[in-house]
Nanobody, 123 residues
Framework: QVQLEESGGGLVQAGGSLRLSCAAS????????MGWFRQAPGKEREFVAA????????MYASSVKGRCTISRDNAKNTVYLQMDGLKPENTAVYYC????????????????WGQGTQVTVSS
């Protein structure tokens, strides 16, 4: 059974930083592209960032490029999302997801999802 568990969310002031983590039980972890998505109240889930199986390729939504960094540690079966310069409009539930094999921004191509972690940015 595949499990993805996010952590690291919380309340932060505008301009602050958070690092989200996602521990995955998917095997082999190194075969999967990992992605981060977010969903704000009343809005559709949207792509944030993705990283290929070996970390050699990354993709970012234009709205976060330059302020977010996705990375992974295959030895720890964990993917990270470093978020800097946070804004109130970044408030959302952030989800980790896994797909195989190709890196993609398309939500429907991700097969496995975590339960999400809440990120709240105060002004």
């Amino acid at each position: 059974q595949v499990q993805l568990e996010e952590s690291g969310g919380g309340l932060v002031q505008a301009g602050g930083s958070l690092r989200l983590s996602c521990a995955a039980s998917v095997r082999p972890f190194s075969a999967y592209t990992m992605g981060w998505f977010r969903q704000a109240p009343g809005k559709e889930r949207e792509f944030v960032a993705a990283i290929s199986w070996n970390g050699g390729s990354t993709m970012y939504a234009s709205s976060v490029k330059g302020r977010c960094t996705i990375s992974r540690d295959n030895a720890k079966n964990t993917v990270y999302l470093q978020m800097d310069g946070l804004k109130p409009e970044n408030t959302a539930v952030y989800y980790c997801a896994a797909t195989h094999p190709a890196i993609t921004t398309i939500t429907s191509r991700y097969n496995y999802w975590g339960q999400g972690t809440q990120v709240t940015v105060s002004s």
